[in-house]
């Protein structure tokens, strides 16, 4: 999917090469390593919402801090808000974090210390590095922060309203472990017997890596699951075509992979085609529907990237204009789901319609 080069439309690319060379933990205030050493929801630098830092939507000058832009999702999400900016009359430019947890922990400290923005709408790759920044520091210089996809604060494995973290506008995802557990229960609704089954996900540091894993430690070996393979890869269809392709030799008898995106399940299924193993997704594009429809793929699950942006900008909009707006917003629970479930089958594949 191409984007638009509107002049409002601006990519705004890497951090210094310097700041490459440090480690995470180098690059760490102590304020962010207590945060970080706390347990459960993680530092909270302010009760609710924050307050609007501009009197007007046309005053607002956002930072659109994606976790990367080498995939579809990804460039349709970037797509999405390009249009909504130039729809409410803002200005936008766009970070690419490059999957790399510090070159965007760099991005935003930089665009913090440039006062050029006053709002910040974050897809974080690493939620506790950047919890102070965006929950302390941001704040305090007047930013308001809208967060989508990943949440931030120790709160990747919470439910609910709970995934939200205090001091930011809000919090938009579809991807929260809930849905992962209900993914581990199709995948063992399918194999009732026990299954031996591989995952291949994204980073590692990934809010959705760590859902999914948890997920999975469902899979009860006394009932018969093993899981033989956890990989990770940075969602693209080349690696995880390796991982596959490496995990099937490995596992000769294998049952089962669930591939946590799309994009990687194209490298599976090819890894895969010609034998019995099945495949599921969690990822909803074009190409999974119709592998879906086709039987190539035993089910995927819709996300929904261009609505999650819209969400998450929209917060920044309510806020400023003073109107309510959630905390959290569910996309697996939205009113218009088809059938009111993210979950899709051969049998009701005809429903659903694909964001990317």
């Known amino acids: 999917m191409t984007m638009n080069d509107s002049p409002t439309r601006r990519f705004a690319w890497g951090a210094c090469a310097a700041a490459l060379l440090l480690t995470l933990t180098a690059c760490t205030s102590p304020s962010q390593q207590a945060a970080e050493a706390e347990s459960g929801s993680g530092a909270q630098s302010a009760e609710g919402q924050p307050e609007p830092s501009v009197d007007a939507v046309e005053d607002l000058r956002v930072a659109y801090f994606s976790a990367g832009s080498s995939n579809q999702y990804l460039q349709a999400a970037i797509d999405e808000a390009n249009v909504f900016a130039e729809e409410n009359g803002f200005e936008l430019d766009v970070f690419d974090g490059e999957f790399d947890a510090q ?55 919470n439910l609910g309203e709970e995934t939200w973290q205090p001091g930011t506008v809000n919090y938009v995802g579809g991807q929260t472990l809930d849905v992962y557990q209900d993914w581990v229960e199709q995948v063992k609704e399918a194999y009732p017997d026990g299954a031996k089954i591989a995952l291949i996900s994204g980073p590692d540091l990934n809010a959705n890596t760590i859902c999914f894993f948890q997920a999975a430690e469902a899979f009860d070996a006394e009932e018969g699951y093993e899981v033989v393979a956890q990989q990770t890869t940075d969602y693209t269809t080349p690696q995880a075509f390796e991982a596959a392709q490496t995990i099937m030799q490995a596992n000769p008898d294998l049952d089962v992979i669930m591939s946590n995106f799309s994009g990687m399940t194209r490298g599976v299924v090819q890894a895969t085609s010609g034998s019995d193993v099945d495949v599921f997704d969690f990822g909803g594009d074009e190409w999974a529907l119709d592998r879906v429809s086709d039987g190539e793929l035993a089910s995927t699950i819709i996300m929904l990237p261009r609505q999650e942006t819209r969400y998450a900008l929209q917060g920044l909009v309510d806020l400023v204009e003073g109107t309510e707006t959630p905390v959290f917003v569910n996309l697996a629970e939205l009113d218009s789901l088809p059938n009111g479930s993210p979950f899709v089958y051969p049998e009701n594949v005809d429903d659903y319609d694909a964001e990317y």
Do not use: H, K, W
């Open 103 to 157: 070159v965007q922990f760099d991005q935003m400290q930089t665009a913090l210390t440039s006062g050029r923005y006053n709002a910040f709408a974050v897809e974080p790759n690493d939620g506790n590095l950047v919890c102070n920044l965006l929950t302390q520091d941001a704040p305090e210089a007047g930013v308001m922060v809208a967060v989508f996809n990943l949440p931030i604060c120790g709160r990747a494995t």
